[in-house]
């Protein structure tokens, strides 16, 4: 029988760092024989010391590569020519991408089969590993970076609050970091933009900052910022804690798949919060309104949670729309497929607006039923002519409703 070497198929004449790359390749392709004791042209050169070879080629395994595989690897002697020949047989692993350890999960330290050679896997190859080895989500998902540190959550938490997290959060059932470790780490990749318009106009932005780090500590920069621009007015411009939960938003529902940053913009007259991804596939702006909170981010939340930044009720949307309930302009919710926008405005130069019981009862109407016209508003509402006049004109005046067309095709609309 002649030997050569095919995809899944691999000859060596002994014991070498090739092996180690070759069995990855294995693992992270189809699976493979590899033949210890037959050199590349076939020839059979045999292994001399069997049980001594197949120990160090284990203890090679276990300490070069990750995640843990040598439960995937069977070893048996054969002995072909008279000469004893190791032979391997590697699986295809469950937990790709294995990799030398010494270089992570990059391309030097990645391998699959092409062909009959073992080569450095491309970087979107190892992007396509783990997405089809994760849990279906980006948080569980390991990272393709895996030398992190995390310097800013224990100096703010404390060394044992950080190893808590990465214990519970951070670290996979292979002892390898995932997204959200990233995403926690001083290493995350995302960031957090921050631009400031100083004319009325809003046309050029005078200081772009962005922010870097441990996605907490983008949170702490970008609200200490916001904090200081508030405070450079006799009346606060903003309410911190709407703030607050404007910032949660952004970071526990955006999309991190999506390359891009937070983006604040800071006008004369309002605050702007954009950040990447729609809406959650399932509930819409108006279930929003009504207070339905569903989690994109769930392990990132409930980190955020256990720290004591978020309460675990989801009522951040809620308290914002109470603090603009007392005020003519309101926030406004933009969603577009790949974005989510939040406008607040200025609240230092607004005054309070008393709303009666009837004006809150339309308000609810409206927030259901959007355009709508007066005779629906008197034929649901039970109100006379005269007075769904009186209301409507009343809302308008504040700024509330806003009305489109004229006589009986009139329009009305809730402002947003």
Do not use: W
Not at 251 to 279: Q, T, W
Not at 316 to 336: P, R
Request: glycine share 6%.
């Amino acid at each position: 029988m002649a030997y050569i070497k095919r995809q899944n198929i691999e000859l060596a004449g002994n014991m070498s760092e090739s092996v180690i790359k070759t069995i990855i390749a294995f693992a992270n392709t189809n699976g493979g024989k590899l033949y210890i004791g037959i050199e590349d042209d076939g020839s059979i050169t045999g292994v001399e010391n069997i049980d001594y070879t197949i120990s160090n080629i284990k203890k090679a395994i276990e300490n070069n590569i990750k995640p843990n595989m040598i439960s995937f690897i069977d070893f048996t002697l054969k002995i072909i020519d008279k000469k004893n020949v190791i032979l391997a047989e590697v699986q295809k692993g469950v937990s790709r991408p294995y990799f030398i350890k010494s270089e992570s999960i990059t391309p030097h330290g990645v391998y699959i089969r092409e062909n009959s050679h073992t080569v450095p896997a491309a970087l979107q190859s190892i992007i396509k590993m783990l997405d089809e080895t994760g849990e279906g989500n980006f948080e569980s998902t390991v990272s393709i970076e895996q030398n992190l540190s995390f310097d800013y959550i224990s100096k703010k938490f404390g060394e044992i609050t950080a190893e808590n997290i990465k214990a519970n959060y951070l670290i996979n059932n292979n002892d390898l970091y995932t997204n959200l470790g990233l995403l926690l780490s001083d290493q995350c990749q995302h960031t957090i933009k921050l631009a400031v318009f100083k004319n009325e106009k809003n046309t050029n932005s005078e200081d772009i900052y962005e922010f870097k780090g441990s996605i907490l500590e983008q949170f702490d920069l970008a609200y200490s910022f916001i904090d200081s621009y508030n405070e450079t007015s006799d009346n606060p411009l903003y309410s911190m804690e709407i703030i607050k939960e404007a910032l949660l938003n952004s970071i526990c529902h955006r999309d991190y798949l999506i390359k891009a940053s937070v983006m604040i913009n800071i006008f004369y007259d309002r605050i702007e919060i954009l950040n990447p991804g729609g809406l959650y596939e399932g509930i819409n702006k108006n279930d929003i309104k009504a207070g339905l909170s569903i989690l994109r981010n769930e392990r990132l939340s409930k980190i955020f949670c256990d720290l004591n930044l978020m309460d675990a009720c989801g009522r951040g949307f809620s308290k914002i729309k109470n603090c603009y309930d007392n005020f003519a302009l309101k926030h406004e919710i933009i969603v577009t497929e790949n974005t989510f926008k939040i406008i607040l405005p200025n609240i230092s130069e607004q005054q309070s607006v008393y709303i009666s019981e009837n004006e809150t009862k339309v308000i609810e109407f409206a927030e259901n039923i959007s355009p709508f016209t007066r005779q629906e508003l008197c034929d649901k509402l039970n109100l006379t002519k005269s007075t769904a006049i009186s209301i409507l004109k009343k809302l308008t005046d504040k700024n509330l409703i806003f009305k489109e067309g004229n006589g009986k095709n009139t329009a009305y609309y809730l402002k947003t």
